[in-house]
Structure formats: C-alpha cells, structure tokens
C-alpha cells in the first residue's frame, strides 16, 4: 500500500522538475587572468596571458601570405638572374616584363626544387655571367648598364636549329636555357594574364616575341 502511494506521488511531480532534481550544475567557466599577469610566457601567469592574446590574434590574406621568398641562390647569383630576366624579356607592348612579373622570383622556386644537374647549369652559368663582367668591366653582372651587359651575353647568344639542340659550352647553353625559362616564368605570371584579360585576351594568348637581344631560332635547312 505504501509503495502504491509512493509511485503516485512521483507521478503527480511534473517531469521539468524530476530533471533538474537529477542534473548537476554546470561547472563555473575559468576566468581569464588579469592581463597584468604577465606578457610573453615572463613571470606568472604567462601561459594564461599567451591565451588570452591568442584570441586577438587576426587572419591575413592568402594574397599577402603567398608571396615567393627566395632562398636557393645566393644573393649575387639571384641579382644575376634578375638583371637577365630584365634583358632578355623587358616590357612590351603593355605587357609586363620579367622583373615586373617575379619570373627570378619564381624560378628561384622552380630551381630550387629541380634535378640536380639543373640546378648545375644554372649556379656555374650565373656564376659564370658574374665572372665575364669583373673581368671585362669590373663589378658584378647586375650591376651593369644594357651596353654592357650587351657586350657579355652577346656573345653567348647561339643559333638554335631545334628546341632540344643544346650548345655544347655550358655557358651558352644555360643562357638558351634561362631564355626559355623566362619567357615562360613571365607569360604565365598572374600579372601577365591580368593584362591579357584586360585587353580581352584569353590567359597565354599573347604570344611570344623577339628581342634585339634574344637567340635566334630557326629550321635547319637541307
């Protein structure tokens, strides 16, 4: 009889309050630690302070984060390969040049990551450049004027019957080789296509072009 007026009595208790009978109380949240606390991980309180500063902390752009840090040639060597970027391809026609389109920057990358005998060709070919014009003028390639420099790639400028007809000299050969890698270090940069687009032409489509300064290509004949 008692259990039966037992169970009725628990019956009669509405079910919001059976549940907040049987739940306990949420834990109370830590508080952050005075900011005085410490800065940096110094002192007291360090840990708590690097938290809290955390929660401060603001994203960046991909735009702003992306930008190609040089690292695998050595400063003269990269100033070489900037200031042949900007002879072998210079602006034209609107379109940008090698410098304004960080073709030394990117191949710099590329370089960096490519087989060992490239990576060869292109340290002995820009410390080759480098050498020539202390001795013929003094100071380091990049900082030559284009008449100059002129008189030093000249020379390295070969015909070359077909694309894959490399010069035997080292030289004249990464020469041939960093023309090609310019150009198209240069044609597909961003700021290429952004000029492209603007003249309503499709990404690439600009076509290559000839300076005074670049070999010259042609058919073999016979």
Known sequence: ???????????????????????????????????????????????????????????????????????????????????????????????????????AEFLDFLIGVSPADTQKLYKNGLDALNAQARKQFQKAFSALDDSEADAVIRPLLVVIPYARD??????????????????????NSREWAAVGAANGRRAGAGGLYVNPIDPIYKMSKG
């Open 1 to 103: 009889m008692k259990r039966r007026n037992f169970f009725r009595t628990v019956a009669a208790i509405p079910a919001a309050q059976l549940i907040a009978q049987q739940t306990p109380p949420p834990a109370a949240p830590a508080q952050a630690p005075s900011p005085a606390a410490g800065r940096g991980g110094g002192g007291r309180g360090g840990a708590g302070a690097g938290a809290a500063a955390s929660d401060q902390l603001q994203l960046t752009g991909e735009d702003v984060t992306a930008e190609t840090v040089t690292g695998f040639f050595a400063p003269e060597q990269f100033a070489t390969l900037r200031r042949l970027g900007a002879l072998l391809k210079p602006p034209l026609k609107g379109y940008p040049g090698a410098t304004e389109a960080g073709a």
């Open 166 to 187: 490399q010069p035997e000299d080292p030289v004249k050969r990464f020469v041939a080789q960093a023309h090609r890698d310019i150009t198209t270090a240069t044609q």
